[in-house]
Each structure stands twice: as C-alpha cells, then as structure tokens.
C-alpha cells in the first residue's frame, strides 16, 4: 500500500502560480511513478501529469504542456506540481497518484484509474477570472 497526502491548493487569480505537493509513505518511492490528476466540478477526471522513478521522463496534458511541471524530490519522499499561468478552467480538485510501473501515454489518458495503482484524496486549486 502506499499513502499520498496532498499539500500546497488554494485560490489565486488568473496569471498566478501554485506549486502542490505530495508526501508518499508505504513503498520504496524511489521505484515508484508518480502523477497527477484533476477533477474540475461537473467534468470527469482528468489526468495531467506523470513522471518515471529517475525522473527522465515525463508526461503531460495538451493542456498544461508549457505550464505545469512535475518533479520528485526521492531523498524527502515528495513529488511536486508547479503550476503557472494558471486560469480559470485550471480549477480543480488535483489528486496525487502513484504507480508501479511506467506506461504509455496512451494509458494515462485513459481512465479512470490511467495506468496508476494508488490515490490521494486531493487538493482544491481555485482560479479566480
């Protein structure tokens, strides 16, 4: 089992920068994907972002390549997600995922658990116009 704990959401206005965290316990996290998803009200989940256990690869949303930028820090167990330029339709409930093993691309596009094993309760991000 592993445990995320999600950190770091709250209200900015358009333009702004957010930048969440995710504490992991319960596995070895440096053998460990992790990733990001999101769930704007009234839409289905969306999956944002993933980054492979080194680090060297990563994934990301039409949506949120050029502004989001995922990274892992494994000596304090904590992946991150930086977010700038963010707008209105970026508002949502971002949940932290990990997961056992690398995927394709087309797999965390498809939900609803994209290729990921494990799941926080998420973080609200609210983006003022």
């Known amino acids: 089992q592993v445990q995320l704990v999600e950190s770091g959401g709250g209200l900015v206005q358009a333009g702004g920068s957010l930048k969440l965290s995710c504490a992991a316990s319960?596995?070895?996290?440096?053998?460990?994907?992790m990733g990001w998803s999101r769930q704007a009200p009234g839409k289905e989940r969306e999956f944002v972002a993933a980054?492979?256990?080194?680090?060297?690869?990563?994934y990301y949303t039409d949506s949120v390549k050029g502004r989001f930028t995922i990274s892992r820090d494994n000596a304090k167990n904590t992946t991150f997600l930086q977010m700038h330029n963010l707008q209105p339709e970026d508002t949502a409930v971002y949940y932290c995922?990990?997961?056992?093993?690398?995927?394709?691309?087309?797999?965390?596009?498809?939900?609803?658990?994209?290729?990921?094993?494990?799941w926080g309760k998420g973080t609200l991000v609210t983006v003022s116009s």
């Open positions: 319960g596995r070895k996290f440096s053998r460990t994907v």
């Open positions: 995922a990990a997961g056992r093993y690398w995927k394709d691309s087309s797999d965390y596009e498809r939900g609803p658990d994209f290729g990921m094993d494990y």
């Open positions: 980054i492979s256990w080194s680090g060297g690869s990563t």
